[in-house]
């Protein structure tokens, strides 16, 4: 399985810790909310390709925080939700709060593991191609962007680009994974991804000067935002 982005929103520390450790030891990154209220914000701030969601958490409990995300642009996320409550009527009201999964504790962590798989292959064939990221907005089917409602002119190359560098903000995105996507095994002789993230860099300056390419020699590139600097 590729890489995913993880969130836990989980208010037991040994838990979500127990998650968290067995997914990154499995190549995820992965990272945690404490209570509802946070899993809603860092849903509408971060990209996460699944949702692991605890029932019983404080200032807004999983229910009402899963039923909040489905109204987002991020809304078709897969969620798996995860209590002690075992009974067929609580297990409804986690279906119909919007849960894809539901999951009763104590499980095993390999099985949580599985379902997570398939929760985020049967969404990647249901996938739109449409992430929202801190005003940016990209479309892979229509390789249509903006920032901040004002569209972003760029070609099927840079494109590409921005869609990884987006996806994965603000953590940096390897050189060898965007040369990858671009041109797969077939690795041109020169580095002519510089002249794409050139190319980039110059799109970007002329619909915002607040979004710009950071670039790590020998690493790769993330993207950062003026509001975000202090953070990334």
């Known amino acids: 399985m590729t890489k995913l982005r993880v969130l836990i929103a989980e208010d037991h520390l040994d838990i979500a810790e127990n ?8 190549g995820h990154h992965v990272d945690y909310a404490y209570d509802g209220k946070m899993a809603v ?4 701030s971060e990209v ?4 692991i969601m605890d029932v019983m958490m404080p200032k807004l409990d999983g229910l009402q925080a ?20 075992d009974t067929l009527d609580d ?9 894809d999964d539901y999951i009763v504790k104590p ?20 996938y739109q191609h449409h992430i929202v990221v801190n005003g940016i907005a990209l479309n892979e089917k229509t390789q249509s962007a903006n920032i901040d409602n004002v569209p972003l002119n760029l070609n099927p190359s840079t ?3 921005m869609w990884l560098l987006t996806k994965a903000h603000p953590e940096l995105v390897a050189k060898s994974e965007i040369e990858f996507a671009l041109w797969g095994d077939l690795q ?9 993230i050139y190319n980039l860099r110059k799109s970007l300056s002329k619909c915002s000067n607040e979004v710009s390419i950071i670039g790590k020699h020998g690493q790769g590139y993330r993207l950062e935002r003026a509001s975000n600097k202090e953070q990334a």
């Open 41 to 44: 914000s860092l849903m509408e």
């Open 19 to 26: 998650i968290g450790d067995f997914l990154e030891l499995s």
């Open 107 to 126: 499980f095993d962590m390999p099985e949580l593991y599985a379902r997570i798989q398939a929760q985020v292959r049967k969404n990647q064939k249901q």
């Open 159 to 161: 494109f590409k680009i």
């Open 91 to 99: 297990k409804l009201l986690g279906f119909n709060s919007g849960a």
């Open 66 to 85: 899963t039923q909040r995300i489905r109204t987002l642009p991020c809304g078709d996320i897969p969620i798996l939700m995860l209590t002690a409550k």
């Open 48 to 51: 996460f390709d699944v949702l």
């Open 188 to 196: 041109p002789q020169r580095d002519i991804l510089r002249s794409h």
